[in-house]
């Protein structure tokens, strides 16, 4: 079974740093893009940032460019997104999702398996 | 504030067909293939349809994807109670420096 499970939400004070992870399995990691997506409670989905199969293209929202760098560790089968100079618009669940294919955009894409997330309040 | 379109809500009875539409672009509808997200409450969204109108293995045929120029559209037919969800669209977006972007969202109700 697919599965993703992240980690390292918590109540931070504005301006401070988080790292989320995300741990992969039941899939060979490498060979999927991935994709970090937030939620505020009640509200509508946003996408943050997307990472290729081999780190060699990212993407980031316009709201969290310049503050928030993902990356991922393929032996690890893990993803991250470091959190910098965080804001109280930042707070919300954050999801890590893989992509249908190795990297994004394209022909056909789509997030296809998706964390239950990690709650990152910043306050 | 989402560059797609939807409406915040829409409804029918059991066995009814629903349409959900998303109104874009020529950045990203227009020139990029859609995915839809089906949410239910409490739970992490899933992918309906990629590439305008694919479903991808366990989604049943019930749920069809549509597209022409600038919108594209959700139907749900033969409505189920537990189709009760939110509804998203999202397709990449080709301006600026490209970036993927959610619809608003449609509450589905089964009346």
């Given at each position: 079974e697919m599965q993703l499970v992240e980690s390292g939400g918590g109540l931070v004070q504005p301006g401070r740093s988080l790292r989320l992870s995300c741990a992969v399995s039941g899939f060979t990691f490498d060979d999927y893009g991935m994709h970090w997506v937030r939620q505020v409670p009640g509200k509508g989905l946003e996408w943050v940032a997307s990472i290729s199969w081999n780190s060699g293209s990212v993407a980031y929202a316009d709201s969290v460019k310049g503050r928030f760098t993902i990356s991922?560790?393929?032996a690890k089968n893990s993803l991250y997104l470091q959190m910098n100079t965080l804001r109280g618009e930042d707070t919300a669940l954050y999801h890590c999702a893989k992509d249908i294919t190795a990297t994004f955009g394209g022909a056909e894409y789509g997030m296809d398996v998706w964390g239950q997330g990690?709650?990152?309040t910043v306050s | 504030q989402s560059v797609l379109t939807q409406p915040p809500s829409a409804s029918g009875t059991p066995g009814q067909r629903?349409?959900?539409?998303?109104?874009?672009s020529s950045s990203n509808v227009g020139s990029n293939s859609v995915n839809w997200?089906?949410?239910l409450p409490g739970t992490a969204p899933k992918l309906?349809?990629?590439g305008d109108d694919q479903r991808p293995s366990g989604v049943p045929g019930r749920f069809s994807g549509s597209k022409s120029g600038t919108s594209a559209s959700l139907a749900i037919s033969g409505l189920q109670?537990?189709?009760e969800a939110d509804y998203y669209c999202a397709a990449w977006d080709d301006s600026l420096n490209g970036l993927y972007v959610f619809g608003t969202?449609?509450?589905v109700t089964v009346l």
């Open positions: 991922r560790d393929n990690t709650t990152v | 629903v349409s959900i539409s998303c109104s874009g997200y089906q949410q309906l349809i990629y109670s537990n189709d969202g449609t509450k």
